[in-house]
């Protein structure tokens, strides 16, 4: 029996559900993760795209360029305009969600920090998560 993680938007029209463990945990520090969080640091936990469960009735997409140059498409309420939900050209498969957009967040464990160029210096991370200054095998890295 696979874990269930719900969670929602801030106004909690819209809920969502992820499935099982996630494939991927990273803490960013990207232009768009410190805009669309309105803080220095998001926190984005991906699933296989066919283990959530996001119905998206009362969502608004938007797309844009991530610092590396590659689309995201990112998914937000549009009542309350919280960000919860976003797929990257890089890992089409996968679903990113917001970590701080889930009831219980203590499952989320990231393992690494991307644009950690922008980590504030007052920001001790553990030495267990992996630092890449930008976006590993991005182009032109
Ligand atoms: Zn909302
Ligand atoms: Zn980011």
Redesign the pocket.
């Known amino acids: 029996m696979e874990t269930i993680h719900e969670g929602g938007c801030v106004c909690g029209t819209v809920r969502f559900r992820a499935v099982g463990k996630p494939r991927r945990v990273?803490l960013?520090?990207?232009s768009?993760?410190?805009k669309r969080t309105g803080s220095l640091l998001?926190v984005?936990v991906y699933f296989d795209k066919e283990k959530v469960a996001l119905p998206s009735r009362q969502l608004r997409s938007h797309r844009l360029m991530?610092?590396a140059g590659r689309w995201i498409k990112c998914q937000f309420c549009i009542h309350c305009g919280s960000a919860l939900s976003w797929t990257l050209e890089f890992l089409p498969n996968y679903r990113g969600i917001a970590g701080g957009a889930f009831d219980d967040p203590a499952f989320i464990q990231p393992e690494r920090y991307?644009?950690c160029q922008h980590k504030p210096s007052w920001l001790e991370i553990s030495e267990d998560i992996s630092r890449c200054p930008v976006m590993p095998n991005s182009p032109g890295q």
């Open positions: 990273s960013c520090s990207c768009w993760c410190r998001g984005s991530s610092d991307v644009y």
